[in-house]
């Protein structure tokens, strides 16, 4: 699992390009694991300027291989072969850790969400996937209420050094 993730790219850290706050939310997070992913040459240099976005993206599992679908990749502009944005794109795992996957999967109510892409430090793009359960609705009324009181005392605290 890879460090702390931060967004300084001239630290030499990890540079976060998008994350599915969304899933953060709506599910409760089981597992979390990292995975490559298959790119062309323009997709690279679009997920470099930062054009992502992982709104309805979800995880499946075809033949023994994991796909990311419904990730959207912006086309690049000085590229002449672009492809379609929301294209199947394969994530690359060891086989043992598909089958774990799989097997988690199996539960019902249980699901593969892509959290976040990066850049990690030697430069190459990883997806940071999870595998989650849908929470229920006082679930997510209890998040919501934790990170209000949490802005709440927050501000408070800053209040008071001032």
Do not use: W
């Amino acid at each position: 699992m890879a460090a702390k993730k931060s967004k300084n790219s001239e630290t030499g850290g990890v540079k976060t390009i998008a994350s599915n706050r969304k899933a953060r939310f709506s599910y409760e997070i089981l597992d979390e694991m990292e995975a490559g992913i298959a790119l062309t040459g323009a997709e690279v240099k679009s997920l470099r300027a930062g054009n992502a976005s992982m709104g309805d993206a979800y995880c499946q599992i075809e033949r023994g291989e994991l796909f990311m679908l419904h990730c959207h990749i912006g086309p690049y502009e000085q590229a002449r072969d672009n492809l379609k944005p929301t294209r199947k794109r394969k994530l690359l795992m060891h086989a043992r850790e598909i089958r774990k996957l799989h097997d988690q999967v199996k539960s019902k109510g249980v699901t593969i969400v892509p959290l976040s892409i990066y850049f990690n430090e030697r430069g190459r793009c990883k997806v940071e996937v999870a595998v989650c359960r849908g929470k229920k609705l006082h679930d997510k009324r209890d998040s919501i209420k934790e990170r209000d009181s949490k802005r709440d005392l927050d501000r408070l605290r800053k209040k008071a050094r001032h």
